[in-house]
């Protein structure tokens, strides 16, 4: 399994903006489909973005479409979720995870995951 760490999280304002980081020290992230997950309290996980390996081309689900960009940068080993013009609710825990290809509907079915970090959209 590729060890994952998600850092970045924290307070924001609505209409504020936040970068998730998502980095291994042991594996090349390149190598691998990222994706983004959330999940709020009573809530199930959300699939929110994915980039894949081979093209880097990009999904996004309906509710942030517009709004938070993934990218990789290969120097750093570190793929990162830009959020911006945030919304109470986006507020989640948001978990990165690695697999071989990003999956139809974004789809919680990645095989290793982060510990996630806790993002909190409040005024």
């Known amino acids: 399994q590729v060890q994952l760490v998600e850092s970045g999280g924290g307070l924001v304002q609505p209409g504020g903006s936040l970068r998730l980081s998502c980095e291994a020290s042991?594996?090349?992230?390149?190598?691998?489909?990222i994706a983004w997950f959330r999940q709020a309290p009573g809530k199930e996980r959300e699939g929110v973005s994915c980039i894949e390996s081979s093209d880097g081309s990009t999904d996004y689900a309906d509710s942030v479409k517009g709004r938070f960009t993934i990218s990789r940068d290969k120097t750093k080993n570190t793929v990162y979720l830009q959020m911006s013009s945030l919304k109470p609710e986006d507020t989640a825990v948001y978990y990165c995870?690695?697999?071989?290809?990003?999956?139809?509907?974004?789809?919680?079915?990645?095989?290793?995951w982060g510990q996630g970090t806790q993002v909190t959209v409040s005024s």
């Open positions: 042991e594996f090349t992230l390149d190598y691998y489909a």
């Open positions: 995870a690695a697999d071989l290809i990003c999956n139809a509907g974004l789809k919680a079915d990645f095989g290793s």
